[in-house]
């Protein structure tokens, strides 16, 4: 490594190497195996004698900064003495507020499990690479970026109109593309939303069990988060706290519970939205992907007093790691959103935001869907078969007929039974959230959230063989 060092003051030669040399490895500059300059080198690059490199070196040795090894270097040492970590200045003096000591982002794993199970992934495989890849190369052309940051904020004209057919045809929901804001994701528009209607202190209302997306997103923001109870129609709007300036739903597919909200149940959330002054948030993160029944009609398109923020997101569809999402925005609300995406973040990358707007208005979109739901709906009717056949006396399935992925209820374990089941299913290669993690501030219920976008359709049964032995087992 062609590391900096130093000497401005000729004094302590030694000791300064070693002092620089120790607070980048602290700091994390100089990393594990990390090979130090050899002595020669750094001698002459210093100049100072190779004995003062030496003795520098030769007290990081002692101290287990740093390995020797004859003939080949001396490295920075795979664990680094814990102790002297703490007097590393900066972690000291710096600290992040309160809150940030709770919120922790989940742990990111890269490797998948063999069996994977998890809620908030696609099909990375059916993705269309190849249309993908021609369409932003279409925008890649010289001069694509003349314009600079002179676009507006609330996305590109074509992908806000060709969003406002898309729902237009596929919801029933009629927009002005003027109400659209494009997003880094459906989490943004939350944050945009939110952020534009709450202060610190107010109090957010959503379902219990709910997605902890949204739990995070408001409790960093210092909002109050009560969760309301979820039964076979959806939110229990008798439940609402009746100082929730904002409910958020998720009601074609409650996440994570599968069920739709009820036509009488979004009627009447409606009507406590109006009679309490609440702002609404309706979340439509996966309803492209329908097996069955009538939808029922958005809140958006039900809400006659402009109450409804309609949010849509295509991390399921297309995929999450693109960061595309879109809100639709109430009209008094449509001009403080999209200077909220302004002062967020400018906008969302132009290029992106053209090619999905080609792909879109091109056909390709909804071909994809279309391929995709197929594929879907196979996994969605084999796991709740053989869910409902062979684990009868451990889960009840409950109903869905849309999303990427069901959930079950346990019929006597615990949460906490639950978990020791699911960490065994983990052990075997199976990877499943247990429903208890959905919680919001309301008791865990006991089951599972079975995921179906990342696992092939032929790898389910053998998946499921192995999560019913952790189940037999618990
Ligand atoms: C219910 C729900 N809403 C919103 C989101 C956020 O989606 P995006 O990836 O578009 O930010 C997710 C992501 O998993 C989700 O499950």
Redesign the pocket.
């Known amino acids: 490594v062609e590391f900096h060092v130093s000497l401005v003051d000729r004094r302590d030669l030694a000791g300064e190497i070693y002092r620089q040399l120790r607070r980048a490895i602290l700091d994390g500059r100089l990393r594990p195996g990390d090979a130090l300059p050899p002595t020669r080198e750094l001698a002459q690059r210093l100049s100072v004698s190779r004995t003062t490199v030496s003795v520098a070196y030769d007290r990081l040795n002692g101290e287990g900064f740093v390995i020797s090894r004859v003939g080949a270097g001396t490295f920075v040492a795979e664990h680094v003495p814990s102790a002297t970590r703490n007097d590393s200045r900066a972690v000291a003096s710096l600290r992040a507020r309160p809150i940030w000591d709770r919120l922790t982002h989940p742990a990111t794993s890269t490797t998948p499990a063999d069996f994977d199970f998890r809620?908030?992934v696609p099909d990375g495989n059916q993705f269309p690479y190849e249309t993908w890849r021609r369409l932003i190369a279409l925008e890649l052309r010289a001069g694509a970026f003349v314009g600079g940051f002179s676009s507006d904020p609330a996305g590109h004209p074509a992908l806000r109109e060709a969003i406002v057919r898309h729902i237009g045809t596929s919801r029933g929901v009629i927009a002005d593309p003027g109400d659209v804001t494009i997003?880094?994701?459906?989490?943004?528009?939350?944050d945009l939303v939110t952020r534009v209607l709450l202060s610190p202190g107010d109090r957010v209302a959503m379902e219990d069990p709910g997605?902890k997306?949204?739990v995070l997103l408001f409790e960093s923001l210092g909002l109050k988060v009560t969760g309301v109870e979820v039964d076979a129609e959806g939110l229990v709007v008798d439940a609402l706290p009746s100082d929730a300036r904002l409910v958020y739903v998720?009601p074609s597919h409650q996440?994570p519970l599968g069920v739709a909200m009820s036509l009488s149940r979004r009627m009447a959330l409606l009507d406590w939205a109006e009679r309490h002054n609440a702002a609404v948030i309706e979340?439509d993160?996966?309803s492209e992907f329908r097996y069955g029944g009538r939808p029922v009609e958005p809140l958006k398109t039900l809400d006659t007093s402009g109450r409804v923020a309609f949010?849509g997101?295509?991390?399921?569809t297309m995929h999450?790691t693109l960061?595309?999402?879109f809100v639709v925005t109430p009209a008094s609300l449509s001009k403080a959103v999209h200077a909220a995406k302004y002062v967020a973040d400018y906008q969302t990358p132009l290029g992106a935001q053209a090619a999905l707007a080609h792909l879109i208005d091109g056909g390709w979109f909804a071909r994809h869907i279309r391929k995709t739901r197929t594929l879907y709906e196979a996994r969605h009717d084999v796991i709740v078969r053989t869910l409902t056949a062979q684990f009868a006396d451990h889960l009840t399935v409950l109903p869905s007929i849309a999303g990427l992925h069901v959930s079950a209820t346990a019929n006597a374990l615990s949460p906490d039974e639950v978990g020791v089941a699911v960490e065994r299913a983990r052990d075997a290669g199976v990877a499943v959230p247990s429903l208890s993690m959905f919680r919001v501030t309301r008791p865990a219920q006991s089951g599972l959230v079975l995921g179906y976008g990342g696992i092939e359709t032929e790898r389910i049964p053998e998946g499921l063989r192995r999560l019913r032995r952790a189940f037999d087992q618990t």
Request: glycine share 12%; hydrophobic share 30%.
């Open positions: 809620t908030w997003t880094n994701g459906a989490q943004q528009a939350l997605y997306g949204a998720t996440h979340d993160y996966d949010m997101s295509f991390s399921k999450p960061r595309l999402g």
